[in-house]
């Protein structure tokens, strides 16, 4: 579910201050593209604890907001759906059937079968 928000910059002496109107939140960049990260992030944590707890996520655009001189609006997309992936760190466990001499070869070596697992399966599946 990917949805584009706007943000609010405004430049000051750190860097820029970013408000987010639809999530009435505020963070902060040391640079344009920091700011742009920064407020993708934020809007990606705020929406994910609202669905935790129950809560719609808000629509874009549905909160209304003033601006001032020397403001810059601009837009951030999320995927919420990507984001609550990256985040996951939920194990589940599995179990899984090897031939006996290659456990005892991967033991004597000191392998976590988990780890290589997990490894071969990024490599596989490319993500």
């Known amino acids: 579910m ?3 928000y706007k ?4 430049p000051d002496a750190y860097g820029y201050f970013v408000s987010v109107p639809d999530f009435n939140c505020n963070t902060q960049g040391k640079d344009i593209a ?3 990260y ?6 990606g944590a705020m ?7 129950g809560k719609d996520i808000p629509e874009p ?5 003033e601006m001032q001189s020397g403001d810059i609006l601009t837009y951030v997309d999320v995927d919420f759906n990507e984001y609550r992936k990256k985040l996951a760190t939920k194990r ?3 179990t ?6 290659l456990n005892e070869k991967a033991e004597a070596e000191n392998i976590n079968f988990s780890r290589l697992l997990e490894e071969a399966l990024i490599n596989k599946l490319n993500v």
């Open 2 to 4: 990917r949805k584009a």
């Open 7 to 10: 943000i609010i910059l405004t």
């Open 34 to 36: 920091d700011a742009l």
């Open 38 to 43: 920064m407020a993708r992030d934020v809007i």
């Open 47 to 53: 929406g994910m604890s609202l669905h935790d707890m």
């Open 61 to 65: 655009d549905s909160t209304s907001f």
């Open 92 to 94: 589940i466990k599995k």
């Open 96 to 101: 899984l059937t090897i031939p006996s001499w």
